[in-house]
């Protein structure tokens, strides 16, 4: 069967491929050879076009069935009996893709359009939507990591356990910015939406990469997560001779959430990082462990009284609850109630704690935190008020650092501004972050 979008956490990633870990099948008409992933008995393929040597091979269509109905149609080229070359591929219910197909997957140049009005075009590699202008995407290096993914913190990459990450570095770097994914988010994303504030700061001689984790645990608690950018901080320093003391930490929610606890514990005595971070940007993070599980235990009885009438954006938002206390109660040994250290110990800022938790070590820090706080978007879509929002942690968290001394941190309301790559509204995304205010700053700092 076709590999569809994985959704996590209600994050749009624009990507789309073929799995190549299937088998070859027999056209049940023509008996020509076609690979399919996944297959299923109460699947069927067609295929309408010239054989080679038993298998589908040249311009033709691929037709999908299941249960006797038809689920996506492929009109382009084929060879070996996969799809490889110009194409146009139709999943029903879902979009549309145009380009060069290679093993199943966009490359290079291609389009996506979306049923839910989206759309991505520009250039794709292995159906990830990867699009920076061409001189820049050309410059942008994928490095690989000798380390083993065992306990999965990138998942969204067919079961891969390798790890890696994305350098674009201009030949003069007086500092760097990290870009950490949100759950389940990929790299390839990550840098789609980020296209403008990574060439601009390419321009202006900053550094950008893009780590492949999206699906760790607390970092304090997370061996394999911390090993990971230790050894790519480490590499960045020793082999790409980017400056050690010039680095910043950024990430979407939970990127942002480890943005902020690294940056945290590279100031506490109890640890020993690799890097001091110069500053730290989150992009809408949940910062307070104890209140997210606390309000998601509150939303689920909410949207569950709404019962058959709940909407599609609502029942994400469910799926969002239920996966995030399963995962606390992996992480943490239970509630807030049963373990409130291991809450507040895994948390960047405890609101009910005088000394505002793990954010005391901010103190010193430039800290810049983003978020839009649209609350008549999540009035209408997720049904959430200020108390169930990012925002209203995000606020006090800054509100407690000014109180304490630290005029270099900021809270930013970029109401209205979040979009998702495809051009669909959604709050928590990356384009909240003004590219060129943002690599402004940088550039104070970095000077």
Not at 235 to 263: D, M, Q, W
Not at 319 to 329: A, G, P, Q, T, V
Not at 420 to 445: F, M, N, Q, Y
């Amino acid at each position: 069967m076709i590999k569809t979008l994985i959704l996590c956490l209600s994050l749009s990633i624009s990507s789309y491929s073929v799995a190549q870990n299937g088998k070859y099948t027999n056209d049940v008409r023509t008996g020509c050879k076609l690979w399919t992933d996944n297959f299923s008995e109460n699947e069927t393929m067609n295929w309408a076009g010239p054989c080679l040597n038993g298998y589908a091979n040249g311009n033709g269509s691929i037709t999908w069935h299941q249960n006797n109905k038809k689920i996506a149609v492929y009109r382009g080229n084929v060879r070996a009996g996969k799809i490889n070359g110009a194409g146009k591929l139709i999943i029903y219910g879902y979009a549309i893709f145009k380009g060069n197909f290679v093993n199943g997957a966009l490359n290079g140049l291609g389009a996506a359009y979306f049923n839910n009005g989206g759309k991505t075009v520009g250039n794709f590699s292995n159906g990830n939507f990867l699009n920076l202008d061409a001189p820049y995407l050309k410059l942008l290096k994928k490095e690989d990591v000798a380390l083993i993914d065992s306990t999965g913190i990138y998942g969204n990459d067919d079961n891969s356990t390798g790890l890696f990450y994305y350098l674009l570095k201009p030949r003069l770097a007086k500092g760097a910015i990290i870009l950490l994914p949100s759950t389940g988010e990929t790299a390839e994303n990550v840098i789609s939406c980020n296209k403008k504030l990574m060439q601009l700061a390419y321009n202006n001689n900053i550094a950008t990469a893009v780590l492949s984790v999206n699906f760790n645990k607390s970092l304090e608690s997370d061996k394999q997560t911390i090993d990971f950018l230790e050894t790519v901080f480490n590499r960045l320093v020793e082999k790409h001779k980017l400056p050690k003391n010039k680095f910043i930490l950024s990430g979407l929610s939970l990127g942002g959430c480890n943005a902020l606890r690294y940056t945290e514990m590279s100031r506490d005595s109890t640890y020993n990082t690799y890097l001091k971070p110069l500053a730290v940007i989150g992009i809408d993070p949940p910062v307070d462990m104890a209140d997210l599980y606390n309000n998601a235990k509150e939303q689920i009885i909410e949207y569950e009284k709404e019962g058959s009438a709940l909407s599609e954006s609502k029942k994400a938002a469910l799926n969002e609850c239920y996966f995030l206390i399963e995962e606390f109660h992996k992480q943490y040994g239970g509630s807030p109630i049963e373990h409130p250290q291991n809450y507040i110990g895994g948390s960047q800022f405890s609101r009910n704690q005088t000394d505002g938790g793990n954010a005391k070590h901010l103190l010193q820090l430039p800290v810049r935190l983003y978020c839009d706080p649209d609350i008549l978007w999540q009035l209408k879509y997720k049904g959430r008020d200020y108390y169930h929002m990012n925002a209203a942690n995000l606020s006090s968290m800054i509100n407690f650092l000014t109180k304490k001394g630290n005029k270099q941190a900021e809270f930013i309301p970029a109401i209205g501004k979040g979009f998702r790559v495809d051009g669909t509204r959604h709050p928590h995304s990356w384009s909240v972050v003004d590219a060129e205010g943002c690599v402004k700053w940088i550039r104070s700092l970095i000077k």
